[in-house]
């Protein structure tokens, strides 16, 4: 397949053994039925493929000799959401810009990880709920259909972005919430009015461009968390591409993605938060999960009442 994309293919069709012939089979082995030449693969074998080639897998179909066809069709490099050139650094994920297409509460690895993270956490009634990069809102959003008991939370949020934060104003219409539009930059002038929180998140913002990463969550840790308070940071390892989200960041002349930075960026954070007494898990697989807990928190298996 590989060598047919290099020779400028842009779809590949394939005719291959319905993996539904083999249940309970790992890849490779035969299918004991019929001809015991047909080796079974799954139908996530497939799926991987196609995400690694950067090719969209269409539906399966039935073929006329018993198989299953595959159709597989390359992705326009070109589609991505990034903003036309000369477009204001601070509306990049802006409510009109193609990132808002993007919705992290589709992708069940998301959903299932931050699941599990808001499960070892635990909260008090009405916990305070400080959000970092908050854009629109939509991780709160999520966090109230996981956890509904936090209606009754607070909520602070602070974005660049004017044309999200009046998004989210909106969105989250109550006196108890307070949205700031504020670079984060300048988080330690807004110490006054910030105090401490419950529950810190950060989706996404830490490597943000003019960002000092590790300045800001020793910040975050020293002036704006409870002592027995919790953080989730999420550190991105994935692209979007013509509509498809794609396992690792893109990496610019490389064919596929570079692991590195992120592993070592998730490993400081780790070992910070460990200094600062808390119990670690890192977690994830489109965004890797730093959940930081307290150490006197009660954790077995996967869940803290």
Request: aromatic share 6%; charged share 25%.
């Amino acid at each position: 397949m590989r060598a047919r994309l290099v020779e400028g293919a842009t779809a590949i069709e394939l005719s291959v053994p319905d993996p539904d012939r083999g249940p309970g089979l790992y890849a490779g082995e035969r299918i004991s039925d019929g001809d015991p030449t047909i080796v079974h693969r799954p139908f996530r074998v497939w799926v991987d493929l196609a995400e690694r080639l950067r090719l969209r897998l269409g539906t399966p179909r039935p073929d006329p000799t018993g198989l299953v066809r595959l159709s597989l069709t390359r992705l326009d490099s070109n589609a991505r959401w990034e903003p036309p050139p000369g477009t204001d650094p601070t509306e990049k994920y802006g409510t009109g810009s193609g990132y808002q297409r993007i919705c992290k509460a589709e992708d069940p690895s998301f959903v299932l990880d931050l699941a599990d993270a808001l499960e070892r956490i635990p909260l008090p009634p009405a916990p305070r709920i400080l959000d970092l990069g908050v854009n629109t809102g939509d991780e709160l959003a999520l966090l109230l259909a996981l956890r509904p008991a936090l209606a009754d939370a607070t909520f602070v949020g602070i974005d660049h972005c004017a044309t999200a934060i009046a998004a989210i104003r909106e969105r989250f219409d109550d006196p108890r919430h307070w949205f700031i539009e504020a670079d984060l930059a300048e988080l330690p002038t807004l110490a006054l009015e910030l105090e401490r929180f419950d529950l810190v998140l950060c989706m996404g913002t830490l490597h943000s461009p003019g960002v000092d990463d590790h300045e800001l969550l020793q910040h975050v840790v020293r002036k704006h968390l409870n002592p027995e308070g919790s953080l989730i940071l999420g550190v991105p390892n994935c692209s979007y591409l013509d509509g498809e989200v794609l396992h690792g960041a893109k990496m610019k002349n490389f064919t596929q993605p570079d692991l590195s930075l992120m592993v070592k960026s998730v490993a400081a954070y780790r070992r910070y938060l460990h200094k600062h007494h808390r119990k670690v898990f890192v977690t994830g697989k489109h965004y890797v999960l730093v959940t930081a807990v307290p150490e006197t928190a009660k954790t077995s298996g996967r869940a803290v009442p």
